[in-house]
Nanobody, 122 residues
Framework: QVQLVESGGGLVQAGGSLRLSCTASGRTFSTMGWFRQAPGKEREFVAAIRWSSGRTYYADSKKGRFIISRDNVKNTVYLQMNSLKPEDTAVYYC?????????????????WGQGTQVTVSS
C-alpha cells in the first residue's frame, strides 16, 4: 500500500504560480505522476518522474510552464506551475506506479491522492 497526501492547491490569478506537493508513504514505487481533471473532461496526464533515475516526462502542452521535481529524502514530489491560465483550472491528482508502466496512462498507476483543486481566475 502507498498513502499519498497532496497539498498546495488554491486560487490564483492568470499568470501566477502555484506549487503542488505530494508525499508518499508505504511501499516502494517506480514513478510518481501528476494528472488533472476538469469538470466534464477526462483525467489527463500532466507530468511524471521516475523515482530512481529522476527522468521527467511532460505533456507537450505543459512543457516550459510546469516543472516536476522530487525530494528523495522526504519522499515528496512537487509540481511547480508557472504562467497559469484559466484553462489550467482542474483538480490535480498525484499518483504512484509500483511497476514501470506507461507514465502517460492513468491506468498504469496503482495509488492516487485525494486531489487538490487549482482554480485560475482570468
Amino acid at each position: 500500500q502507498v498513502q499519498l497526501v497532496e497539498s498546495g492547491g488554491g486560487l490564483v490569478q492568470a499568470g501566477g504560480s502555484l506549487r503542488l506537493s505530494c508525499t508518499a508513504s508505504g511501499r516502494t514505487f517506480s514513478t510518481m505522476g501528476w494528472f488533472r481533471q476538469a469538470p466534464g473532461k477526462e483525467r489527463e496526464f500532466v507530468a511524471a518522474i521516475r523515482w530512481s533515475s529522476g527522468r521527467t516526462y511532460y505533456a507537450d502542452s505543459k512543457k516550459g510552464r510546469f516543472i516536476i521535481s522530487r525530494d528523495n529524502v522526504k519522499n515528496t514530489v512537487y509540481l511547480q506551475m508557472n504562467s497559469l491560465k484559466p484553462e489550467d483550472t482542474a483538480v490535480y491528482y498525484c499518483a504512484v506506479d509500483v511497476d514501470y508502466g506507461s507514465v502517460y496512462s492513468p491506468s498504469a498507476y496503482d495509488y492516487w491522492g485525494q486531489g487538490t483543486q487549482v482554480t485560475v481566475s482570468s
